[in-house]
């Protein structure tokens, strides 16, 4: 079962500190806390997952810094903008030869309008080739979601943190984010998911887990996710984390 505790002192050069929780004083490591977007501060809750007990004391193995979300996607989308350059520079390379061979038959013939021709052709090629492929595939089913996550081990590139997701709003509609009243898809082009999910009612083994939403068919949210942890572990919840059921691939 998980406990949660509070943060009594920390070292922030050291990157670690204390927490107390039922008068029990546990050694706590950031590394313990997962890729965290800020250091703890004292008064901080955590949410301990296990704990470990040394001839010291007991120190904390693995733990969820409560209200601070985790950046697990910025090494993803530095992936993709990789793959989409590479991708680019063959077309590239193949381009510059189409373009070097028609100078060769224009001045071999003396026939211009060869160039012409092949160039608005190719030109009208090329601008296809980049409108498709500027267009990432969106995942949204629990199904081809949960297959990318356990292929991968982590989220499709449409997917966003619900802080990504409340700036983007701002972003896109000019007005102050307030709920979650709205279909993110269709508002906005994108899916819900990276944010740690607790686990406080101890239905799923003990884990480090983080959520993603799925199936968006209605003006909301709704109630359909995706639990889930390292080595292909997801779980599939319908009712808004009230039962799971595990995906198998």
């Not at 081990?153 to 972003?171: A, D």
């Not at 819900?192 to 887990?209: A, H, T, V």
């Not at 080595?231 to 009230?242: A, M, Q, V």
Request: aromatic share 14%; with cysteine.
């Amino acid at each position: 079962m998980t406990t949660k505790a509070s943060v009594i002192q920390w070292n922030s050069e050291k990157a670690y500190g204390f927490v107390s929780a039922d008068g029990i004083r546990y050694f706590l490591h950031v590394s313990a806390l997962g890729p965290i977007s800020r250091s703890p501060h004292t008064g901080d809750s955590v949410i301990i997952y296990s704990v470990k007990k040394t001839e010291k004391g007991f120190r904390v193995e693995k733990g969820l810094l409560e209200g601070v979300p985790l950046i697990p996607q910025k090494k993803n989308l530095q992936s993709q903008k990789s793959v989409n350059i590479h991708s680019y520079r063959p077309k590239k390379s193949f381009r510059n030869f189409m373009f070097t061979l028609c100078m060769i038959l224009a001045v071999i013939f003396g026939i211009k309008n060869i160039i012409d021709n092949i160039g608005v052709s190719f030109s009208s090629g090329f601008s296809k080739y980049t409108a498709n492929t500027s267009k990432a595939q969106q995942y949204t089913s629990k199904d081809e979601v949960a297959k990318f996550i356990c292929d991968h081990g982590y989220l499709p590139p449409n997917y966003v943190s619900k802080e990504e997701g409340k700036q983007l709003y701002e972003s896109k509609t000019g007005k102050s984010f307030r709920k979650w009243n709205f279909n993110p898809l269709t508002t906005l082009g994108v899916m819900i998911g990276g944010d740690s999910f607790s686990n406080r009612e101890g239905l799923l083994p003990q884990d480090y887990y983080q959520e993603a939403d799925v199936d968006y068919f209605g003006e909301n949210r709704g109630t359909k996710r995706l639990v889930y942890s390292s080595n292909c572990n997801i779980y599939y919840t319908s009712d808004h984390y009230k039962s799971f059921t595990r995906l198998s691939f």
